[in-house]
């Protein structure tokens, strides 16, 4: 039994920064890394950036420079910092866990979204 809620998502102005949040709770045995993916209409999810148990960062191309991911420890709580926002950032943005819980193989565990919209 684990939850994750994530917060921070807004509508911005091209050149703005945003900063997302998400806390996992629940039934949690151990994290292997924890991250954030982005859905825009039509299109596949996708792999924004995430933190691995060890502190080991990966990004989106098209992200790096511009937005930075840190926590994924202790509480298992992470965070997305926007800067320089464009209007192709626009997406719903999930939080990801993967991590063992209360069986013996690790799983992938969802939030529920929040919307980043960035105009021009």
């Known amino acids: 039994q684990v939850e994750l809620v994530e917060s921070g998502g807004d509508s911005v102005q091209a050149g703005g920064s945003l900063s997302l949040s998400c806390a996992a709770s629940?039934?949690?045995?151990?994290?292997?890394?924890m991250g954030w993916y982005r859905q825009a209409p039509g299109k596949q999810r996708e792999l924004v950036a995430a933190?691995?148990?060890?502190?080991?960062?990966n990004y989106a191309d098209s992200v790096k420079g511009r937005f930075t991911i840190s926590g994924g420890n202790g509480k298992n709580t992470v965070y997305l910092q926007m800067n320089s926002l464009k209007p192709e950032d626009t997406a719903v943005y999930y939080c990801?866990?993967?991590?063992?819980?209360?069986?013996?193989?690790?799983?992938?565990?969802w939030g529920q979204g929040t919307q980043v919209t960035v105009s021009s």
């Open positions: 990801n866990a993967r991590l063992y819980s209360d069986q013996p193989t690790w799983g992938d565990y």
């Open positions: 933190i691995t148990s060890g502190g080991s960062r």
């Open positions: 629940g039934s949690i045995f151990s994290v292997i890394a």
